[in-house]
């Protein structure tokens, strides 16, 4: 069995003529989740985005490896039929079109039973959406739940959360969390877990109810940092960005330096 998720070699982006991302290299195995972390304006939007293959954003140099593939020049249908599914942080609202009819497109493409759908609605607190226009009128955390949803129904094995918790309530932030953890299995043992993601969160909340293996900081479109999720948010809280990069860089020079 393939082990590999996702590999992302020397990607450098640019959006709108700008060089947004530069020298991104990032490996996630199967059953792994990420963390990423960064200011303001450092690329993460731009790295889903990328990923998703939207074609705004335009890979200048590097390779993306999914599932073994290279899909670097694939289109985003390509990406989501093999397995990828993003949640955006600020998806549109669409007139016209009901919460219960994209979801019913969803399962009938993914082979899903139509009774799931309700059920997750439940889990969701969504039931009393079903019926209206997607994202029309929504709050900032009904949003994001009909997001979660609708990736739930998809069943993706590759899933991108973009501030999935940004805008949720205290008591709909733990429901946020177990639909996470759901769709990344984070509620199996370790050896079971096949799916993977990468969660973007500025302040960290999220890792209170979903755990992810390792974290890694987005700064001014280059990968700084690498290691324990919750260590890193510690000292990002202490040091702010700029000084736990910083830091970051002194051990590595350390490290090498006493090679
Ligand atoms: N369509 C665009 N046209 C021009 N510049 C863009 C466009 N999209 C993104 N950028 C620029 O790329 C940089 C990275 O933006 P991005 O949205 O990826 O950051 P982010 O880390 O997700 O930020 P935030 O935490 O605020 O969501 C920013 O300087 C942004 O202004």
Redesign the pocket.
Known sequence: MEEDMLRVVNLGVR??G?K?LENINLYIKRGETLALF??????????MNTLIGNP?YQVYDGRIIFKGVDITDKDADFRANLGMGIAF?TPPAISGVKLIDVLRKIAEKRGVPEEKIYEYAEFLNMTDFLGREINKGFSGGEVKRSELLQLLVMNPDFVMLD?PDSGVDIENVALVGEAISKLLERDRSKEERRKSGVI?T?TGNILDYVDADYGVI?YK?RLACIGNPYEILEDVRKYGYEGCVKKCLREFQNLNQRK
Do not use: C, D, M
Not at 38 to 47: D, I, Q, R
């Open positions: 959006v709108a700008k947004v960064g200011p303001n304006g450092s690329g993460k939007s731009t790295l705004n942080q501030e973007i500025h987005l479109g």
